[in-house]
């Protein structure tokens, strides 16, 4: 079965720190690889996503990742965390194909609280 | 663009009451999919649709029943709510085609007593 693992439940950061959130994955195929973030009570932005070509890939608010396949991971990086920064991020996998209809495997969650 | 938007945004209910949550999407998505987010669980899929009239199973459907009759809404319904499904409910879309991503809506939390 396909699974999505985010190690650290909770994070803690000073603010202009740098910042890696670690997911690793475990899919028996070429996946789709995403980062979303929460803020408290607002629903999932998407981050970045990773599906062919270069692996290290760029998103919004400075955030990257890169995708090692053979590591089976996919963490998300920021070289300066802002205060703004702070919420929780969501990794999720999916895989390519038709029948696999863009249903998406969650990670657990890693909640990002930053110091000032 | 409203782009995906959720009714009811919170509910209290008493256990064995009904309800039906209401998923509205404004970008012509075919897929629509129903979450629960519970802490430390992440996201998990309760139903999804890839069509107007159609329906499956996800990882975590038991008490819950789904419909899309329209292309634009996907309904999530607990017909004898348990407080096993206070949570908070995310619906989601996204255009058919390889590598595109889900858009969430803001969710509705919901609270069984």
């Known amino acids: 079965a396909q699974s999505v693992t985010q190690p650290d439940i909770h994070i803690t950061v000073s603010e202009g720190a740098s910042l890696e959130l670690r997911c690793n994955y475990s899919?028996?195929?070429?996946?789709?690889l995403f980062w979303y973030v929460q803020s408290p009570g607002q629903g999932l932005q998407l981050l970045l996503k990773y599906f062919s070509g270069d692996t290290l890939v760029q998103g919004i608010k400075g955030f990257e990742a890169e995708f090692k396949r053979s590591q089976s991971s996919f963490n998300l990086r920021k070289p300066s965390v802002h205060w703004s920064d702070a919420a929780e991020y969501f990794c999720?996998?999916?895989?390519?194909?038709?029948?696999?209809?863009?249903?998406?495997?969650f990670g657990q969650g890693t909640i990002l609280t930053v110091h000032p | 663009n409203a782009g995906v938007t959720q009714t009811p945004k919170f509910r209290v209910l008493k256990t064995g009451q009904s309800m039906t949550l209401l998923c509205a999407q404004d970008?012509?998505?075919?897929?629509m999919y129903w979450y629960r987010q519970d802490p430390g669980m992440g996201l998990r899929l309760i139903h999804y649709s890839v069509g107007e009239g159609t329906t499956a199973k996800g990882e975590v459907p038991d008490g819950y029943n789904v419909s899309r009759l329209k292309k634009q809404n996907f309904l999530l319904g607990l017909e004898s709510a348990a407080p096993s499904q206070t949570s908070v409910y995310f619906c989601a879309s996204r255009p058919r085609g390889g590598g595109n991503e889900q858009f969430f809506g803001p969710g509705t939390r919901l609270t069984v007593l």
């Open positions: 899919y028996g195929a070429t996946p789709y």
């Open positions: 970008m012509n998505h075919e897929y």
């Open positions: 999720a996998v999916g895989l390519a194909g038709g029948t696999s209809y863009g249903k998406l495997t």
